[in-house]
């Protein structure tokens, strides 16, 4: 579980990254804010961002379409969740995703 942790690295989690469409593993987390983070590789990705309240049935916070290669940030405030996740889709070949989620 990471969240309300004193020490703001210990807050932070990253994925491994995505190289074809799927879901990173749900973190539980303890937060009600909540900062994704994406790295991607390629011009067709897209990035939907997940919370669930028992690990079990999601709902979307967001959906983005990539056109190319970059990293961008994605807030989400005052969001009480228990478990967090990003999924990837419309990876190709040599495309990638990588995430991470910080929560305070």
């Known amino acids: 579980m990471i969240g309300l942790n004193a020490d703001n690295k210990d807050n932070i989690h990253a994925w491994d990254t995505l190289t074809a469409d799927g879901s990173t593993p749900a973190v539980e987390v303890n937060a009600t804010n909540f ?3 994406d790295t991607i590789v390629g011009s067709s990705v897209t990035i939907s961002h997940q919370g669930s309240l028992d690990g079990t049935n999601w709902f979307e916070l967001e959906s983005h379409s ?3 290669s970059g990293t961008d940030a994605h807030f989400y405030n005052d969001r009480p969740m228990r ?13 990638s995703a990588t995430c991470s989620v910080m929560v305070n």
């Open 35 to 37: 900062t994704f983070v």
């Open 66 to 68: 990539h056109t190319q």
């Open 83 to 95: 478990y967090v996740r990003a999924i990837a889709s419309n990876i190709g070949a040599g495309e």
